[in-house]
Each structure stands twice: as structure tokens, then as C-alpha cells.
Nanobody, 127 residues
Framework: QVQLVESGGGLVQAGGSLRLSCAAS????????MGWFRQVSGKEREFVGG????????YYTRSVMGRFTISRDSTENTVYLQMNSLKPEDTAVYYCASQRAPFGAAWEADQREYDYWGQGTQVTVSS
């Protein structure tokens, strides 16, 4: 019943921007912190950043800090990942996920603490 659906991925040149969306349904997501993860073929899934249920606190891994911005629209139950100054190293499948417990921290990087995941959206950055 709980579903997360990512969209907005695509092909972009290095230095360009993309905005990913994660539409959530099935529970009151305003109480749950959300995370963005990405995975490159042959590598482990990596934590990109997170946002608290209120949207007032965000956290980013150092590799994207200053370039990516996470926000959320509580009315629409949607979380966004704005990606600027994209690099080829950002190429990956991007996933959004909802934390298992309410009122969690934005910096929660442990995948075991997330119970619902989207299907992923491909982001490809050309050099």
C-alpha cells in the first residue's frame, strides 16, 4: 500500500542540472525522514542525502554537498532532489526511501533503517 515513485531522471551534460521527484503515498510521510540513494553498476548503493519529516533539516554526503539540494512538499507528499553542476561521477540509478521509524535524522545512511523504496530513476551525465 505504501509506494514511492521516482521520476525526473535522464541524460544531461556535465555541468547541467536535473530535478528528481519522489511521489509518496500510503502513509503520513510528513512524520518520516526521507533519503536519497544512488547505485552504480558493480558498486554498493550509496547514501546521497536526507531530509527530516518537517523538511527543516537536510544532510548531504560530501561528494554532492554544495551541488545537490533536497526539499519536500508536504501538501503534495513529494520529495525532491535538485542536482546542479552534475559530474560524470554522478551517473547512477537514484532511489528515494522512507525511514522505518518516524521523526528520524536526515543523516541516516544505514539502508536497514529505510523500509520503503522507490523503483529508481536513471541519471546519466555525459562528459
Amino acid at each position: 500500500q505504501v509506494q514511492l515513485v521516482e521520476s525526473g531522471g535522464g541524460l544531461v551534460q556535465a555541468g547541467g542540472s536535473l530535478r528528481l521527484s519522489c511521489a509518496a503515498s500510503g502513509r503520513t510521510f510528513s512524520s518520516y525522514a526521507m533519503g536519497w540513494f544512488r547505485q552504480v553498476s558493480g558498486k554498493e548503493r550509496e547514501f546521497v542525502g536526507g531530509i527530516t519529516g518537517s523538511g527543516r533539516v537536510t544532510y548531504y554526503t560530501r561528494s554532492v554537498m554544495g551541488r545537490f539540494t533536497i526539499s519536500r512538499d508536504s501538501t503534495e507528499n513529494t520529495v525532491y532532489l535538485q542536482m546542479n553542476s552534475l559530474k560524470p561521477e554522478d551517473t547512477a540509478v537514484y532511489y528515494c526511501a522512507s525511514q522505518r521509524a518516524p521523526f528520524g535524522a536526515a543523516w541516516e545512511a544505514d539502508q536497514r533503517e529505510y523500509d520503503y523504496w522507490g523503483q529508481g530513476t536513471q541519471v546519466t551525465v555525459s562528459s
